[in-house]
């Protein structure tokens, strides 16, 4: 949600649609309710609903408090490079009326367009919104209410990482998934890897090690480029083909012996991992383990698996 132009539209695009952020100039404004699901091309199950900035909780055909109830995160966008304080009003507004219906909704907020401010406009906005934001919510004695705060930008790939963290709190197989790559990079001599949902290039889950935009977005790059050569040379012709499937894999040696590696876990997920040339060279074994953790992946989201195993467990006792 957010106001009119706050860029809602513009983020949907460019994450789910891989619209250039140009031609997001040329988007007509929100002024109906849209909702998209993502579920068909993408690992992430889920909806999004695109709000028009004027919505009128009063008006008694906006059933708010159904569409709540089923929300998992609410998504608040604010143009930073706008006067905001009829924003924080929204923000205030919607974030209460949403608590009410669903005290389990995370509330994220973006304050967005950052691309235009420098480095120390942009962490003085984030102070003075968060403080705001949360003022306001104290003086209505909602301090138990918690947002989290995030810069982002259509022009590079801070929209993209916002999206991944927002995401990541709603799977609850996050630790495991953290884990198994924890596993897997210290077997393998690997130094970083990204669990990646291809189509929006969100990575849904990353070892422990801390992340860095650099190598981000070096993995977001490298996830175009394999699907941009594909798309071009390995599509066969025939309707059914697509340009990721169970034999796509990559490796791009960088010029500082670092090595990435691409490979398909599942339909929609890639792993792609940074490590240096000399662990490279132990490839059969990176191999064998990169086998165990697609396995175990299989495993974790295999729910028919989970039932047939809960359904024994229940039947043995
Ligand atoms: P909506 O009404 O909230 O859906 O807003 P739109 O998505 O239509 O965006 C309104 C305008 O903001 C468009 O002209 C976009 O090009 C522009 N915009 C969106 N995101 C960004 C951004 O990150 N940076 C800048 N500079 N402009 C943006």
Redesign the pocket.
């Known amino acids: 949600m ?10 949907q ?1 460019v994450v789910f649609h891989k619209m250039s ?1 140009n031609e ?2 040329f ?4 002024n109906k309710i849209c909702r998209e699901d993502v579920s068909n091309s993408s690992f992430v199950s889920f909806q999004i609903w ?1 709000f ?2 004027q919505i009128d909780f009063f008006d008694p055909t906006f059933d708010y408090e159904m569409i709540f109830r089923g929300t998992g995160a609410l998504i608040f ?1 604010i ?1 930073s ?1 706008d006067d905001y304080v009829e924003a924080l009003s929204r923000l205030h507004l919607t974030v209460t009326r949403a608590y009410k219906v669903n005290p389990d909704i995370n509330f994220e907020v973006f304050i ?5 401010l420098s480095d120390d406009h942009k962490i003085e906005k984030q102070r003075d919104i968060h403080k705001r934001a949360n003022d306001d919510l104290a003086d209505a004695g909602l301090e138990r209410i918690h947002l989290s705060f995030y810069l ?4 590079d790939h801070s ?1 993209f990482e916002a999206f991944s963290k927002v995401v990541q709190k709603l799977i609850p197989q996050l630790p495991t998934l953290e884990n198994l790559l924890n596993i897997f990079i210290s077997n393998s001599g690997i130094e970083k890897a990204f669990l990646f949902d291809v189509v929006s290039k969100i990575y849904i889950a990353t070892d422990s090690s801390p992340v860095d935009m650099q190598t981000y977005e070096l993995c977001c790059d490298m996830i175009d480029v394999v699907i941009d050569i594909s798309c071009i040379y390995g599509l066969t012709g025939d309707e059914a083909g697509t340009p990721y499937d169970k034999e796509s894999m990559a490796i791009i040696h960088l010029n500082n012996t670092t090595v990435m590696y691409l490979k398909e876990v599942t339909k929609f997920l890639a792993l792609v991992c940074f490590l240096r040339e000399e662990s490279f060279e132990r490839k059969g074994l990176i191999d064998y383990n990169f086998h165990c953790f697609k396995k175990a992946i299989e495993e974790v989201f295999d729910v028919r698996l989970k039932v047939q195993r809960s359904r024994k467990l229940l039947s043995q006792r």
């Open positions: 957010g106001l009119r132009r706050s860029g809602k539209s513009s983020i695009k952020p997001t100039l988007l007509e404004s929100t695109d028009p900035g966008v143009d490079q967005h367009k950052v691309d235009g982002t930008s259509i022009y929209i």
